[in-house]
């Protein structure tokens, strides 16, 4: 069965802190692959994707991810975190080539401290 | 910026009730998804639609579940009869009728049942 693993329930970081956020995937198939972002009373919103290509993948807001396709790995990074990065973020994938259903992890919230 | 729009934002209901969520797609978005997300969560999919049809609804728990997108444009989610189980965040999404895109979500319905 497809599914997605965030590994890290809450992280809880200092600001200037570098953040990593791993995610795994099991899917049987080429995948896309996305993280999302949901901050305090506000809807999801994409951070960054990968479809194809490069698989060193740069977003938002100084976010970037790399897919490593030998681990099934789709780790989310950023080299210094702010206060204003506090939110939960969720992985995602879903199969190539389709608008097909997200199958989503269950999320790693991250709180910074000022 | 087009947005998924969706209400009511809150609603209470008491068990055995009827409840109905509303959503409104960007504009021109010919798929819609329904999402649920349990508190701790990541968001499942309930249903998909592609224009007015009903895509995916392998998930929808059709005894007490129904969504419909009778134009092809909005769509509405029914619980009928709720029960405490169903307390959740009810997400809406939509996207572009194409392979390899993204989705953009609407703010929710925290659905509460007492």
């Known amino acids: 069965a497809q599914s997605v693993s965030q590994h890290n329930h809450h992280v809880i970081l200092s600001e200037a802190a570098s953040l990593e956020l791993g995610c795994n995937y099991s899917?049987?198939?080429?995948?896309?692959l996305f993280w999302y972002v949901q901050y305090p009373g506000q809807h999801l919103q994409l951070l960054l994707k990968y479809f194809s290509g490069d698989p060193l993948v740069k977003g938002i807001k100084g976010f970037e991810a790399e897919f490593i396709k030998s681990k099934f790995s789709f780790n989310l990074r950023k080299p210094s975190v702010q206060w204003s990065d506090t939110a939960e973020y969720f992985c995602?994938?879903?199969?190539?080539?389709?608008?097909?259903?997200?199958?989503f992890g269950k999320g790693t919230k991250l709180s910074v401290k000022p | 910026e087009a947005e998924v729009a969706q209400s009511p934002r809150y609603k209470i209901t008491e068990k055995s009730q009827a409840v109905a969520f509303w959503c409104d797609p960007i504009?021109?978005?010919?798929?819609l998804y329904w999402y649920r997300q349990i508190l701790g969560q990541g968001p499942e999919l309930l249903v998909q639609?592609?224009?007015?049809?009903?895509?995916?609804d392998s998930q929808l728990p059709k005894d007490r579940f129904s969504a419909e997108r009778l134009k092809g444009v909005d769509s509405t989610l029914k619980i009928q009869p709720a029960e405490l189980g169903d307390s959740a965040m009810y997400l809406c999404?939509?996207?572009?009728?194409?392979?390899?895109?993204?989705?953009?979500f609407g703010q929710g319905t925290r659905l509460t049942v007492v």
């Open positions: 995602a994938v879903n199969l190539r080539g389709s608008q097909g259903n997200l199958i």
């Open positions: 899917y049987g198939g080429t995948v896309n």
């Open positions: 504009s021109g978005h010919a798929t």
């Open positions: 639609f592609q224009d007015e049809s009903v895509v995916d």
């Open positions: 999404a939509s996207t572009w009728d194409r392979p390899n895109t993204e989705a953009f």
